[in-house]
């Protein structure tokens, strides 16, 4: 029996909650509101009503009355006309005159991975606040925590062993997911394609492990509802024993490459992780399977190019090829198919509604979905097959300028024979 475990490397722990910014207050004595031109929150002195007194200094004041206030404080917010706070806060019923000033959630961080792919200025501008993408993606993998409120969690299968739910139990699901598309709505993180649609299909136990019998059954579900669903993206964050026979498991025997060449001729996009041994992946399925975009893992730890950047949960360095990551041999075969993601230190959802920080080749895969996600939702991938699509995504990464990239051999200065591929960029879609 084959088990698949993806190795899961934690982090620093979890992310704070969202936090607000909010002004200090402003004396009694007339000061001009450094905040939100002529808005104030006017605080009352116990005793007093305050929608009467908001009222009365309307009628008096000339004052735009807005929100009012009778249970945290006593008051009422307004605009106040220039020249009316000092009489204002001559009246005795006030106890003190706050100036209002903008607040917006600190939560919402820009992960540095989403950061490093330029998903911020992609279609969608991960990171402004604003704008979402439709297409589906299935997440094949641990589950996804379906009550996290930063996923868009539409619907799912169970194909692990035990109940028929497909929420997440171990949190390597639930991070994938939002790394693909955590919904830019102020809390938590962003992902590279925000709030898409996202199908949990849970095929690993809460321990990480599950069998290849329960790997195709997610196979087989996607495939069997992507057209229904509108899924076109598939993530497998996941991976065991195995090679490609170039015939789709049909030389071999290997009943998972024929599910997924199946699946991909129903028009799935298939991305995967290379794997985390620092070894050549030829052994290691799906990564191996010629059909499948397979993604090796870089270290960055400031979203930007050019490394230099101190580590922050590991000794890499900044900019190069991940020590962990597995790779595959300059001249072989799988060249075609391979491409690079950051996958250490990242930040993004997790079980139990939280957040963590953590690394692998597994963090990395769920940055190019994404990029698959977005290059079909711009149109920049209309039409084209998922063979297509793979050498796409591909090009444009290799693409761009020289700077863009990363160093592969920081931790193997000697061996010239690693093909990590190039930086995905999302920046284009």
């Known amino acids: 029996m084959l088990y698949f475990r993806p190795v899961i490397r934690l982090g620093v722990g979890l992310l704070g909650?969202?936090?607000?910014?909010?002004?200090?207050?402003?004396?009694?004595?007339?000061?001009?509101?450094?905040?939100?031109?002529?808005?104030?929150?006017?605080?009352?002195?116990?005793g007093h009503d305050p929608l009467t007194v908001a009222q009365q200094h309307a009628n008096v004041h000339a004052l735009s009355v807005g929100f009012v206030y009778k249970h945290a404080l006593k008051g009422y917010a307004a605009r106040i006309p220039e020249g009316r706070l000092a009489a204002l806060a001559r009246d005795p019923r006030v106890l003190f005159i706050s100036e209002d000033r903008p607040v917006k959630a600190t939560g919402q961080t820009l992960p540095t991975g989403v950061d490093r792919i330029q998903a911020d200025v992609s279609s969608t501008k991960s990171g402004n606040g604003t704008g979402t993408v439709n297409v589906a993606v299935a997440i094949v993998d641990t589950g996804i925590d379906i009550r996290h409120r930063d996923l868009n969690v539409v619907g799912g299968k169970n194909c692990s062993t035990g109940g028929t739910s497909y929420d997440d139990g171990n949190g390597h699901g639930t991070h994938v997911a939002g790394t693909v598309a955590a919904k830019d709505?102020?809390?938590?993180?962003?992902?590279?394609?925000?709030?898409?649609?996202?199908?949990?299909?849970?095929?690993?136990?809460?321990?990480?492990?599950?069998?290849?019998?329960?790997?195709?059954?997610?196979?087989?579900?996607?495939?069997?509802?992507?057209?229904?669903?509108?899924?076109?993206?598939?993530?497998?964050?996941?991976?065991?024993?195995?090679?490609?026979?170039?015939?789709?498991?049909?030389?071999?025997?290997?009943?998972?490459?024929?599910?997924?060449?199946?699946?991909?001729?129903?028009?799935?996009?298939?991305?995967?992780?290379?794997?985390?041994?620092?070894?050549?992946?030829?052994?290691?399925?799906?990564?191996?399977?010629?059909?499948?975009?397979?993604?090796?893992?870089?270290?960055?730890?400031?979203?930007?190019?050019?490394?230099?950047?101190?580590?922050?949960?590991?000794?890499?360095?900044?900019?190069?090829?991940?020590?962990?990551?597995?790779?595959?041999?300059?001249?072989?075969?799988?060249?075609?198919?391979?491409?690079?993601?950051p996958g250490v230190c990242i930040n993004s959802t997790w079980k139990g509604r939280s957040y963590n920080t953590i690394s692998g080749t597994s963090m990395a895969a769920p940055h190019i979905a994404g990029t698959a996600a977005l290059c079909i939702a711009s149109g920049a991938c209309s039409g084209l097959t998922p063979n297509q699509i793979i050498a796409k995504l591909r090009s444009d990464a290799a693409a761009q300028p020289t700077n863009y990239g990363f160093t592969y051999f920081s931790n193997s200065p000697n061996d010239t024979t690693r093909y990590y591929g190039s930086l995905g960029y999302a920046g284009g879609y």
Request: charged share 10%.
């Open 17 to 46: 909650t969202a936090a607000f910014s909010l002004s200090s207050f402003l004396s009694v004595t007339a000061q001009p509101n450094a905040g939100l031109p002529d808005q104030y929150i006017v605080v009352l002195r116990d």
């Open 185 to 341: 709505n102020g809390i938590g993180v962003v992902g590279v394609a925000p709030g898409t649609p996202l199908y949990a299909v849970r095929v690993l136990d809460d321990t990480g492990s599950g069998t290849w019998s329960s790997v195709i059954c997610g196979i087989d579900w996607v495939s069997a509802n992507a057209a229904n669903y509108g899924i076109k993206v598939v993530n497998m964050s996941l991976g065991g024993s195995g090679s490609d026979d170039n015939n789709c498991g049909y030389t071999n025997g290997d009943a998972l490459h024929q599910a997924i060449c199946k699946s991909v001729e129903k028009g799935l996009t298939y991305v995967v992780s290379a794997g985390n041994s620092a070894l050549d992946f030829v052994n290691s399925v799906p990564a191996a399977y010629n059909e499948v975009l397979t993604v090796t893992a870089i270290a960055d730890f400031n979203g930007q190019p050019g490394g230099g950047a101190a580590p922050t949960c590991s000794a890499d360095i900044d900019d190069t090829a991940a020590s962990f990551s597995n790779f595959t041999t300059i001249g072989s075969d799988d060249e075609s198919h391979t491409i690079a993601a």
